[in-house]
T-cell receptor
Framework: GAVVSQHPSRVICKSGTSVKIECRSL??????MFWYRQFPKKSLMLMAT?????????EQGVEKDKFLINHASLTLSTLTVTSAHPEDSSFYIC????????????FGPGTRLTVL | SQQGEEDPQALSIQEGENATMNCSYK?????LQWYRQNSGRGLVHLIL?????REKHSGRLRVTLDTSKKSSSLLITASRAADTASYFC????????FGQGTELSVKP
């Protein structure tokens, strides 16, 4: 069965609205989760590292006020795309890095965001 | 920035043939991992090879790692139509950095 779930699987929204994407670790407690974005036929780009109980660590060039990350529990991290614009349309994927399975990340099924 | 580069970018073969994909990287690593992604879906972990290993097998998959050349290859033997997907290498030097991927198409 799925180890990591994401909700929603796809979302279409109007420009200017905010969208929240949830990432849940079903089998592991995860102090660390990762958020990636992927453009069509492109590679995954790491956006940020989500740390349970503390602030996320953002990669260079990723706006932390644009992409809000909250990791309030050991099984849930959320990514909120604020004031979304068409250029934010992308495939967003989260992954879990379980402490009990070092060097192994488990990826969610992804969320397709389309901003009109 | 992405440090992994893969070639070829796209590969089309007939069922039963072998498929070889290559990955090069730039910095030192703890390990290198290969993932598979079906269109519009999440990633599936295929195999991990540590920096002190040179070759690893898993079923029809064979991975090699040459740290002196900073390169790795993934070989899929006796390919099947169901192997059609994108394949990514990812280097782990503390966080995963993905290559650009190879789109594999296996024709029945």
């Amino acid at each position: 069965g799925a180890v990591v779930s994401q909700h929603p699987s796809r979302v279409i929204c109007k420009s200017g609205t905010s969208v929240k994407i949830e990432c849940r670790s079903l089998d592991f407690q995860a102090t660390t989760m990762f958020w990636y974005r992927q453009f069509p036929k492109k590679s995954l780009m790491l956006m940020a590292t989500s740390n349970e109980g503390s602030k996320a660590t953002y990669e260079q060039g990723v706006e932390k006020d644009k992409f809000l990350i909250n990791h309030a529990s050991l099984t849930l991290s959320t990514l909120t795309v604020t004031s979304a614009h068409p250029e934010d349309s992308s495939f967003y994927i989260c992954s879990v890095d379980p402490a009990t399975r070092p060097n192994e990340q488990f990826f969610g099924p992804g969320t397709r965001l389309t901003v009109l | 920035s992405q440090q992994g580069e893969e070639d070829p970018q796209a590969l089309s073969i007939q069922e039963g043939e072998n498929a070889t994909m290559n990955c090069s990287y730039k910095t030192s690593i703890n390990n290198l991992q290969w993932y598979r992604q079906n269109s519009g879906r999440g990633l599936v972990h295929l195999i991990l090879i540590r920096s002190n290993e040179r070759e690893k097998h898993s079923g029809r998959l064979r991975v090699t790692l040459d740290t002196s050349k900073k390169s790795s290859s993934l070989l899929i033997t006796a390919s099947r139509a169901a192997d059609t997907a994108s394949y990514f290498c990812a280097t782990d030097g503390g966080k995963l950095i993905f290559g650009q991927g190879t789109e594999l198409s296996v024709k029945p």
